[in-house]
């Protein structure tokens, strides 16, 4: 699973592999090691919304089990939503299924992401 940052925007792409395991079981989680400390994010089944919350130096974004489910099995690319962050701020919140890049790229593993449909960049 991919997670990228940027401003108020919160994205994670995950392979063929990880959609298949959250429809299964509900939950896929990363983390990342910062000499003592680790990070992590994680996508689960659950609540009424598209939503996102921190604790601690976790990230937890839920989507409702019924449109996650339809999203796993379906041609959709991605699912998206905005929640309130704050300061009269929202928080942009996508998780799309991980296309194959067109071009190889080193230290990038593909073999489980999804047939990309364009065939030129």
């Known amino acids: 699973m991919k997670l990228r940052i940027r401003g108020d925007s919160i994205r994670l792409r995950l392979t063929q592999g990880e959609v298949a395991a959250l429809a299964e079981g509900g939950i896929v989680e990363e983390s990342t090691g910062f000499g003592d400390a680790r990070f992590s994010y994680a996508i689960t089944f659950g609540g009424v919304s598209l939503a996102a919350k921190l604790a601690g130096a976790r990230i937890e974004v839920s989507v409702p089990a019924d449109v996650g489910r339809a999203w796993a099995v379906g041609d959709t690319v991605g ?3 905005v929640q309130p962050a704050g300061e009269g701020r929202t928080l942009r919140i996508l998780v799309e299924k991980d296309f194959a890049c067109l071009t190889t790229r080193p230290h990038e593993d ?3 992401a ?3 449909p364009n ?3």
């Open 79 to 81: 699912i998206e939503g």
């Open 110 to 112: 593909d073999a489980d």
């Open 114 to 116: 999804f047939p990309n």
């Open 119 to 121: 065939t030129t960049c």
